[in-house]
Nanobody
Framework: QVQLVESGGGLVQPGGSLRLSCAASGSIFSIAATGWYRQAPGKQRELVAQISSGGSTNYPDSVKGRFTISRDNAKTVYLQMNNLKPEDTAVYLC??????????WGKGTLVTVSS
């Protein structure tokens, strides 16, 4: 099993930046990919960034050029968010997929973009 804890959310003004962290523990050797998702009230959960164990990254057009996913070791993945917009307001959740095909989620961290 893999346990995930997100941190770094908060209130930020439009145009501001935040860096989210996802700390993994447990069977981290089995992680094949890590993704950041977000879910706003009344909306479907959507992928905003993904990084594979090999370092390949993937972003939807809505955040491309503003969000950057990175990994400093096998345990922590970051999401740097720049030029934040009110529509980025959501709960941001970390997800990992393991080589065994299992999916694990963190509890999320709230990001609010408002003046």
């Amino acid at each position: 099993q893999v346990q995930l804890v997100e941190s770094g959310g908060g209130l930020v003004q439009p145009g501001g930046s935040l860096r989210l962290s996802c700390a993994a523990s447990g069977s981290i050797f089995s992680i094949a990919a890590t993704g950041w998702y977000r879910q706003a009230p009344g909306k479907q959960r959507e992928l905003v960034a993904q990084i594979s164990s090999g370092g390949s990254t993937n972003y939807p057009d809505s955040v491309k050029g503003r969000f950057t996913i990175s990994r400093d070791n096998a345990k922590t993945v970051y999401l740097q968010m720049n030029n934040l917009k009110p529509e980025d307001t959501a709960v941001y959740l970390c997800n990992v997929i393991t080589t065994y095909g299992m999916s694990y989620w963190g509890k999320g961290t709230l990001v609010t973009v408002s003046s």
